[in-house]
C-alpha cells in the first residue's frame, strides 16, 4: 500500500506535465488524475487501519492517511472530475487542465502528509496553481483577483514558516505530533498560517472576492476543495492534540456566525455563496472527529452551485426575480439548497445531524444559529420564480458538460446518504424541518425585503494584512490562556 500511496501522490504532478506537451491529452490524463484519487479513497475507507509511514527518516515526508483523509480525498476527486467533465467542451487550453491536473495533485499531497514541511510545500504549490487558474482570462481584473489571493496566501505561509522551524527547533522533527513539544508560538504562528488558507473567521476575509470574481469552475474548485486544504492540518492537530482541539471549537463557532451574518443579507448570488464558504468551513472545525462526512457534502454542494451559479442569466438576486429562471437550473439549485440546509433524503441531512451530534455544551446555541442562517441564506434560491420556457432574452445555452458535472454532484449527494443512514429517525427528522420552516418565515417577513449592505471595508487589500496581525494577536492569546494551562 506504501508504494501505491507514492505512486497516487506522484501521477497527477505526472499527469500535469504530460498534458501540457501533448495537449491532446489533456482531458482524458486530467479526468483519468481525478478517477484514480477516487479508487484510492475507497481503499481508504475499506481499510481497517490507518496507513502511517515516513521517508527519509525524520528529516523526511511523513504521510497519514485513514478515513478522515478519505473524505477530503474523495471530495478532490469527484469536484475535480465535475469540473473537468464542465468544462471539456469549451475551449480550454492545456494550460488550464494542466494547473488544474497540478492543483489537484498538490491538494491531495496537502490531505496525505503529516508533517508541516511537506504541508508547506504542498500549500505553497496549491497557491501557485490556484493564482494561475484565478488568472487564466487574463482580463485586468482576474490578474489582480489572482495577484491579491497569492499576496494574502504567501504572507501567512511566512507565519506558518516560523512555526514549522520552532516545531523542529524542538523536536528534532516537523512531524504533527511535535506540536505538544513546540514553544507556544510555534502553535499561534502555525494556526494564523492555516486559518488564512482555509478563510477562517476574520482571517479568510480575502476569500469572499476571491471566489466570486472567479471564473465559475475555477470558483467551484476553491470554495469545494482548495480552501479545504488549509483546514484538514487543524483538524488533524486537533485530533492528534487534545489541547488544541478547543481552539479548532472555537473557531469553527465564530466562522459559521461570521459567514452566515453577511450571506443573509448579501444580494448577489456568488458573493452570498462564498460568505457561505466560510461559515460552512465554521461546521466542519466544530466537530473535528466527525468532519470529514461534513466537508465531503459541503464540497458537492458548493461546487454544483457555483456551476449553476454561472450559468444564471444575472448574479443579482433583484434581477432574478423579475424574469424566471429555467425550471431544469431551479430544481438542480434547490436540491443543492435544500442540501446544505439540512433537509433529509440529501447527504446534508445526515452530515448536519452528526456535526450536531458531536458538539460540545457551549457550541450548540451558536450552531444552531448558524444552521437558521444559512437556511435563510439559501431560502433566497429556493425561492427563485422559475418556468419550462423563460423568455427568449433571458436564456442562454448551457455548457455542453454542465449536466455530466450536475449527475456527479447532485448525485453524490444522494448517494453520500448511506455514509450516515442512522440519521433517520423521526426526532433527527423534525429538528431540521422546522429549522428550514423558520428560516423560510424569517426569510420571507424579514430578509427578503431588507434592503442591509454591511460594509466591505475588511475585505480591502490594504486592510488584510491588518486583519492578519490582528488575528495573530487574537491566537497568541488563545494559545498562552488555554494551552498554557
Not at 67 to 91: E, K, M
Not at 109 to 127: G, K, N, P, R, T
Not at 276 to 291: C, D, K, N, Y
Not at 313 to 330: A, C, D, G, M, T
Amino acid at each position: 500500500m506504501s508504494r501505491l500511496t507514492i505512486g497516487w501522490v506522484a501521477l497527477p504532478l505526472f499527469a500535469g506535465f504530460v498534458v501540457y506537451l501533448i495537449p491532446r491529452l489533456a482531458r482524458p490524463l486530467a479526468l483519468a488524475a481525478a478517477l484514480a484519487s477516487a479508487v484510492y479513497a475507497t481503499l481508504l475507507f475499506l481499510r481497517e487501519v490507518p496507513l502511517s509511514f515516513g521517508l527519509l527518516d525524520r528529516f523526511g515526508v511523513t504521510l497519514l492517511l485513514d478515513p478522515l483523509s478519505g473524505f477530503f480525498i474523495f471530495t478532490n476527486a469527484l469536484v475535480t472530475a465535475a469540473v473537468i467533465l464542465y468544462c471539456w467542451d469549451t475551449g480550454k487550453s492545456a494550460f488550464f487542465y494542466t494547473q488544474l491536473t497540478i492543483l489537484h495533485g498538490s491538494v491531495n499531497a496537502a490531505f496525505a502528509c503529516a508533517d508541516f514541511m511537506s504541508l508547506y510545500v504542498a500549500l505553497e504549490v496549491i497557491s501557485i496553481a490556484a493564482f494561475l487558474l484565478i488568472a487564466y482570462p487574463r482580463s485586468d481584473r482576474s490578474i489582480w483577483v489572482g495577484l491579491r489571493y497569492l499576496f494574502v496566501s504567501n504572507t501567512a505561509m511566512l507565519f506558518y514558516l516560523m512555526g514549522a522551524v520552532l516545531v523542529y527547533q524542538a523536536n528534532h522533527s516537523f512531524a504533527y505530533s511535535g506540536l505538544s513539544r513546540a514553544p507556544l508560538e510555534a502553535i499561534a504562528l502555525i494556526f494564523l498560517g492555516l486559518l488564512v488558507k482555509g478563510g477562517v473567521f476574520v482571517a479568510g476575509l480575502w476569500l469572499p472576492l476571491t471566489h466570486s470574481e472567479s471564473e465559475s469552475p475555477v470558483s467551484a474548485l476553491l470554495s469545494g476543495v482548495v480552501v479545504k486544504a488549509g483546514i484538514y492540518p487543524l483538524m488533524r492537530c486537533a485530533l492528534l492534540l487534545p489541547e488544541i482541539d478547543p481552539m479548532v471549537r472555537v473557531f469553527g463557532v465564530g466562522t459559521a456566525l461570521l459567514g452566515v451574518a453577511y450571506a443573509v443579507f448579501e444580494k448577489d448570488t456568488k458573493r452570498l455563496l462564498a460568505f457561505s464558504t466560510v461559515s460552512q468551513l465554521g461546521f466542519v472545525l466544530a466537530a473535528p472527529e466527525v468532519g470529514g462526512f461534513y466537508a465531503l457534502t459541503h464540497g458537492l454542494v458548493k461546487s454544483s452551485l457555483f456551476l449553476l451559479a454561472g450559468n444564471l442569466p444575472s448574479r443579482s438576486f433583484k434581477e432574478l426575480h423579475q424574469v424566471p429562471i429555467r425550471r431544469s437550473l431551479w430544481i438542480a439549485l434547490a436540491i443543492a439548497s435544500f442540501s446544505i440546509s439540512g433537509f433529509p433524503l440529501l447527504s446534508g441531512f445526515g452530515a448536519k445531524v452528526l456535526t450536531m451530534k458531536s458538539l460540545l455544551p457551549w457550541q450548540v446555541v451558536g450552531m444552531n444559529l448558524a444552521a437558521v442562517g444559512t437556511a435563510i441564506a439559501f431560502a433566497k434560491f429556493i425561492f427563485l420564480p422559475h418556468r419550462s420556457f423563460p423568455p427568449d432574452s433571458q436564456s442562454q445555452p448551457l455548457k455542453p458538460g454542465f449536466w455530466a458535472a450536475m449527475l456527479v454532484l447532485l448525485g453524490g449527494l444522494v448517494l453520500a446518504n448511506a455514509v450516515y443512514y442512522e440519521a433517520y429517525t423521526v426526532e433527527n427528522i423534525l429538528k431540521p424541518l422546522l429549522i428550514i420552516g423558520i428560516a423560510w418565515i424569517a426569510h420571507k417577513l424579514i430578509f427578503r425585503q431588507a434592503n442591509v449592505k454591511l460594509p466591505r471595508t475588511a475585505e480591502k487589500f490594504e486592510h488584510l494584512i491588518g486583519g492578519m496581525s490582528l488575528m495573530l494577536i487574537l491566537v497568541f492569546w488563545m494559545v498562552f490562556a488555554w494551552v498554557a494551562n
